[in-house]
């Protein structure tokens, strides 16, 4: 029998979660439009269905153009706005571990990738659904949307934080005759100078009592 565990996987599974703190299914026109001086304290994943809206930071400008997904991250400060509207699915997220460590800061500027408006829309309709599969459906299809979009930025590495470095163990099956034979060479070994000055100690209680 081999076995093999891997630390790092269940430490992952356990301990990492994607938190989405707001959420929305937004159609907007020129309303749509903020100025920031602080960063928000979460990212944001954007899924744009139509419209012309775009965001600006650190002077340059990203549209968001329909048929995509966009990751914010957090700790980015930016403008958004558009020339007439917004059509979007939206949510305002957190990828954190125990200790409450955001991974998405170490991100230092917006991600993108493809999502055809059919797979938008097949998200929208999981995230107006009452029903408890769809949901769950949802944030693993979030989780695997959101692993994509990080890919866009290689240099950047997802480091453990706060939890141990990966582990993979190999076991093989005990022995028993081998445990047994080393119970018993445990059992004849000789007294060393400690157990023997306890024992004369237990001894001597024993007289005096």
Known sequence: MLLKNNDL??????????????????IAGTEWYKTRSLPPHYSKL?????????IISGGKRTDLRPGHAYLIPSDLIYDNGCASGIHFLYFNIRLVNSSGY?????????LECPCPAEK???????????????????KSELMRILLNLLSGAPEVKLLIRGVKSPRIHSRKPVDNHDDRRRLQSHL?????????ILGRGR???????
Do not use: M, W
């Open 46 to 54: 954007y899924f744009i269905l139509g419209g012309d809206a775009y």
């Open 188 to 196: 004849r070994r000789p007294l060393d100078a400690q157990e023997k």
């Open 9 to 26: 996987c269940t430490d992952a599974i356990n301990n990492i979660s994607l938190e989405i703190l707001i959420s929305g299914y937004l």
């Open 102 to 110: 955001d991974f998405l800061t170490e991100y230092p500027y917006p």
């Open 120 to 138: 938008t829309l097949e998200l929208v309709s999981k995230y107006l659904s009452p029903d408890l599969s769809d949901s769950l459906s949802l």
């Open 203 to 209: 001894n001597a209680d024993r007289h005096i009592h």
